[in-house]
């Protein structure tokens, strides 16, 4: 399994861009079948990447979802931090940088070490996975460990994905699949990723349903080297509104980036009620609430939120983004245990033993913690908040509607934002992300 490519790198990446750029080109057509992301620069914050859209496309991308017909908004921006993901102009592994503030990675922040954490119970799922597929299947998802598919990802529902699709495999192996993401993931990630699931097949049925994204299987594994206790591998769960990258290095793991969105992100789904994102939301407005006037004041840049304000989303791998609100250093106790309380939501979707290892690390930096404001602060406001520093970034964005709830209209960038549409994620900058700089220090010390 350990380095098959189906393509040569070059080839992929021609590929997806020209798939990506003739469905950009499809203009209305495509756009009015699209629940990807769209991209709002008028954020303050200090952002650049690699990964752009071609002027005046939607950065979303186009999907194959249930956008209602309409006319494409005029000056729907290109770039943007949501992003369609990685397709023209896609950073390779060997080139990947990180998150930073500007440009220059913060050196030493991350080493090799015992966390006394197994993930024996990670490594057996991942290999009784893999030994339940079929040897093509087996081909198609594995990949060397330093492979460009890690930063292959995308949120939106049309991307061209590689690897084992869910809905395609018997229902034994997708349990073997939901066992490995059991191991990984804590009992509320691995409840909050089923959700998520579910509600793209609600929104499947919602727009009419026979759209083969918008549905529970449209959800795809790729295995980066092989499952070891020793040696780095890694795996990639990801579809519309997931993506869990997934690092293994002995008894250390990395779980970022990871993005977790939704739309709606509440509804019934074959009898069962779903709300998803409430603890984000609330955690949020607490720390918020926490603060003096004086504090609000440098933490909130305006009342009024853009349809997209995210910034390190999807294709945005090396993107620049300055520290922006206020340190932590001047929050009081009971703030900063507000501010932890905050992460912790994020971070708790890995496995317990290895957020509180997280937890740590990210506690090791909460005076140079950021917490940053867009919007409104009631309950149901829609609203944008970061929290950043330089071991963690946080985004939580409350978006304008694309698919659901628009009433016939157009939703996208110029629409209202709503909490029925939420985009998460969490990255670990300065090269901490699909554990590149682990993997790094292993490379230099080990081999």
């Not at 955690?283 to 603060?291: C, D, E, P, Q, V």
Request: glycine share 12%; aromatic share 8%; with cysteine.
């Amino acid at each position: 399994m350990h380095g098959h490519r189906p393509r040569t790198p070059e080839a992929d990446r021609s590929r997806r861009w020209f798939m990506n750029k003739a469905l950009l080109a499809g203009g209305v057509a495509a756009v009015a079948t699209m629940t990807g992301c769209s991209s709002d620069a008028s954020d303050t914050a200090t952002a650049s990447s690699s990964s752009g859209a071609p002027n005046g496309a939607p950065s979303g991308g186009p999907g194959g979802s249930g956008m209602p017909t309409g006319v494409m908004p005029s000056g729907w921006p290109g770039g943007g931090g949501s992003g369609m993901g990685p397709g023209q102009s896609e950073v390779k592994y060997a080139d990947f940088k990180g998150l930073t503030t500007d440009g220059k990675v913060t050196d030493e922040l991350y080493s090799i070490h015992s966390t006394d954490v197994s993930t024996d119970g990670i490594v057996k799922a991942a290999q009784a996975f893999l030994d339940g597929l079929s040897a093509k299947e087996r081909k198609s998802c594995t990949f060397d460990v330093d492979n460009d598919e890690w930063l292959a990802w995308s949120n939106f529902d049309g991307y061209q994905r590689k690897g084992v699709r869910m809905g395609d495999v018997t229902a034994k192996k997708r349990e073997l699949g939901y066992a490995l993401l059991g191991a990984a993931l804590s009992a509320d990630g691995l409840t909050q990723t089923r959700n998520i699931m579910k509600l793209n097949a609600f929104l499947g049925d919602y727009s009419g349903g026979n759209r083969d994204t918008l549905t529970e299987g449209a959800y795809f594994f790729t295995f980066m080297g092989t499952p070891s206790t020793t040696e780095p591998w890694g795996f990639q769960y990801e579809g519309h509104h997931v993506a869990i990258n997934f690092f293994v290095l002995g008894d250390q793991v990395v779980m970022t980036p990871t993005f977790m969105g939704s739309e709606p992100t509440s509804a019934t789904y074959k009898g069962e009620k779903i709300t998803l994102f409430k603890p984000e939301t609330t955690a949020g407005l607490t720390l918020l609430r926490s603060l003096t006037a004086a504090q609000r004041a440098k933490v909130i840049s305006s009342d009024k939120k853009a349809g997209d304000n995210m910034k390190a989303g999807a294709g945005q791998d090396n993107a620049k983004l300055a520290y922006q609100g206020l340190v932590a250093k001047e929050f009081s106790s009971a703030q900063r245990q507000h501010l932890l309380d905050l992460v912790r939501v994020y971070v708790g979707n890995m496995n317990d033993g290895h957020a509180e290892v997280r937890m740590a690390e990210v506690e090791d930096h909460l005076d140079a913690t950021y917490f940053y404001w867009i919007g409104e602060t009631k309950d149901s406001s829609a609203f944008y908040y970061r929290a950043h520093s330089p071991v963690v970034l946080i985004e939580y964005d409350a978006q304008s509607p694309l698919a659901y709830g628009t009433k016939g209209g157009m939703g996208g960038p110029n629409g209202t934002p709503t909490q029925q549409h939420i985009h998460t994620i969490i990255r670990t900058p300065n090269g901490g992300d699909y554990g590149v700089d682990l993997l790094k220090l292993h490379l230099d010390n080990d081999h």
